[in-house]
């Protein structure tokens, strides 16, 4: 049972963003709670990578020694629950959890995540973020020369091929059933030779996430050795639409460069803020919260 009820700052997400975000805070003796649900976005991935110093440690590693890092200060305390609503009061912001505990703060930090939509296709949660991969920054150099699939709208494709054609020169796009393509986009997939593979995928070979082939709906199979997909979701908490926080058209959390939200006293950092995913942006963007955090008290109390 958590003691104290009040804080300077709720920070919900302690993962990257979140054990970031509460460094700052608690460097600077502010009163923190960091509530962590225990699910962070890259928990299905074995390794990180793009993150100096880190680069290629589990994931799980990294978070750990942040932890560890961050609760040495005397003013954050951490929290395992899940919050599970949030509401402004005149004081500042409410939230209430899971095993039904209810606490207040000046501010609130948002390092929620999102919730990735897997599509329907045998194999594939298996997959994700072994070989079954959203970032070329992300993972792209552990598969380059490999034999490539990409799974995309027409929207998302270019933007990916162009990423992954630097990285192999054996690419094939599978684009979603409605993807079209203009002609000036068809002749730049042909001029770098890419191909397109106009077929459903039903079925992903695998050996422990490790993928082999693609079986599709005609019945047909190919080999390919890593598959890239852009996927949908949705934020991971419904608290930030609780709290009125506007989203951009993509679906991330809408922020100013300070990343403060659209309602004011709330931040956000880290994946539900921005399309960068990975633990270098998260870190940043924490880290930025937190200082901006501290910074509005001290404007509104100094």
């Not at 460069?257 to 709330?266: D, N, R």
Request: hydrophobic share 40%; charged share 20%.
């Amino acid at each position: 049972m958590q003691k104290n009820r009040y804080f300077d700052a709720i920070i919900i997400g302690g993962s990257y963003a979140g054990l970031s975000a509460a460094m700052a805070l608690g460097r600077s003796l502010r009163r923190v709670l960091i509530i962590d649900s225990g699910l962070p976005c890259n928990r299905y991935t074995p390794h990180s990578h793009n993150f100096i110093t880190h680069d290629g440690s589990p994931p799980s590693e990294i978070a750990a020694v942040a932890k560890t890092q961050v609760l040495k200060y005397d003013t954050v305390d951490f929290l395992e629950d899940t919050a599970e609503s949030g509401q402004k009061t005149e004081q500042g912001f409410e939230i209430r959890t899971a095993s039904g505990n209810t606490f207040y703060s000046k501010k609130i930090i948002l390092a929620t995540g999102i919730k990735d939509l897997f599509p329907d296709i045998k194999g594939f949660a298996a997959g994700w973020g072994k070989s079954v991969i959203h970032c070329p920054y992300c993972h792209g150099y552990e598969f380059k020369s490999k034999k490539t699939a990409i799974i995309s709208d027409s929207e998302k494709a270019l933007h990916l091929a162009g990423l992954i054609h630097n990285l192999t020169d054996s690419v094939t796009l599978i684009p979603s059933q409605n993807a079209t393509f203009t002609e000036e986009q068809n002749s730049k997939l042909e001029r770098n030779n890419i191909r397109i593979l106009s077929k459903k995928v039903q079925e992903i070979v695998h050996q422990d996430g490790q993928i082999s082939a693609l079986i599709f709906s005609d019945g047909t199979m190919e080999n390919f050795e890593v598959l890239y997909a852009a996927i949908p979701f949705v934020q991971h908490s419904a608290i930030p639409e609780q709290l009125g926080c506007a989203l951009t058209e993509a679906g991330h959390l809408k922020t100013d460069s300070l990343q403060q939200t659209s309602v004011e006293g709330v931040f956000a950092a880290g994946d539900c803020s921005g399309m960068m995913r990975s633990v270098a942006y998260a870190v940043s963007t924490g880290n930025i919260a937190g200082a901006m955090v501290n910074h509005q008290i001290v404007q509104e109390e100094f």
